[in-house]
Each structure stands twice: as structure tokens, then as C-alpha cells.
């Protein structure tokens, strides 16, 4: 037996599911079918038979803010963050973030979420100073979803009051 990096997920509302290999392989039979799904490959599932397989899409790779930054604030003592991610290779319909006071993402932590953006980068106006964290995942048209991003961690600074600089000599 091979260890293998594998997912499966089943969606019992529609009968279907997906599995995600990252490392190794498995092979099936269902009804006397011979399937393998290899490394790097992702197949779903519709009404117990596999209905496709494709590469294994990968998640979004994180350009800004990266980790550790400071977000400097407004003079409204809140920031306007740009969140920016490279597209991963396929054809994607939408783009998943989420921004957390937390690394763990659990719900009361979540300061924003949204569901179906359709650029590789989002503004989030408004964040008070403090220490966030973000992540971001791809959604393919063929209803693959990626993993999330490497978690990205910032902070938001109050802006001095005093921003000039004295030089003497």
C-alpha cells in the first residue's frame, strides 16, 4: 500500500462528490469499471460513477498584503486594504476570501467573507487597526474548488499624528 495525499467528499443532498489526489494514486471499480486517478488529479462523482477527471487546481498564490506587512491607517484611523492574488492556472468563474481576526477562520472570528469575486484582487474598506488574517481559493467552471491559500497574516497601524520629519543641523 502506497500512502497517498487523497480527498474524498460526498454531497449527499445530490448524490455526487469528488476525489483530489495530491500524492500517489487510487484505483477503482465500480460496476466492473476500472478507474485510476492519479497524482495531481482531481475526478467527480455523479450518481456513483466518475463523470471527469482533470488536473488538481491549485490554490491562488498570495502577491499583497504578504506576511507580516503593516497596512499604515487613514487619517480616519481605519484602512482601506487591497487584497491581491495571482490566478491559478484553468479556467476559473470566481474567487473565494475571507479575512479573520483568527489564523484557525472559525466563524466569529470573520470580520469578511465573500463568495463569487471575479478579479484576482478585492478592497476591503474600513478594517480598524489590529492584527488580521486572510486567505483566498479558486472556483474552476467545471465546480472544482481549489485548497485555500497559504493563511497570510497583517496588521493595521494608527497613523501618527505628527508625520513630518525635523532635520537640524
Known amino acids: ?3 497517498t495525499g487523497r480527498q474524498f467528499k460526498v454531497y449527499p443532498n445530490t448524490g455526487g462528490g469528488e476525489i483530489r489526489v495530491s500524492r500517489g494514486g ?18 467527480s462523482v455523479s450518481n456513483g460513477k466518475l463523470a471527469a477527471k482533470e488536473n488538481l487546481l491549485q490554490p ?21 486594504v487591497t487584497f491581491r492574488w495571482q490566478k491559478p492556472s484553468g479556467t476559473i468563474q470566481s474567487y473565494h476570501l475571507q479575512i479573520s481576526k483568527s489564523p484557525f477562520f472559525v466563524a466569529d472570528t470573520l470580520v469578511f467573507e465573500r463568495t463569487s469575486l471575479t478579479d484576482s484582487n ?16 479558486a472556483l474552476a467552471n467545471s465546480g472544482q474548488i481549489s485548497d485555500w491559500s497559504e493563511k497570510i497574516r497583517f496588521t493595521i497601524v494608527k497613523g501618527s499624528a505628527n508625520q513630518g520629519i525635523n532635520v537640524t543641523d
Not at 26 to 33: D, F, K, L, Q, Y
Not at 60 to 80: E, F, H, M, R, Y
Request: hydrophobic fraction near 35%.
Open 1 to 3: 500500500w502506497t500512502r
Open 26 to 43: 487510487i484505483e477503482s471499480n465500480v460496476g466492473g469499471e476500472k478507474n485510476v486517478i492519479q497524482e495531481g488529479e482531481f475526478a
Open 60 to 80: 491562488p498564490k498570495i502577491t499583497s498584503p504578504t506576511s507580516q506587512d503593516s497596512v499604515q491607517a487613514l487619517s480616519s484611523g481605519n484602512a482601506d
Open 122 to 137: 478585492f478592497t476591503v474598506a474600513n478594517l480598524a487597526p489590529g492584527t488580521y488574517h486572510w486567505q483566498v481559493r
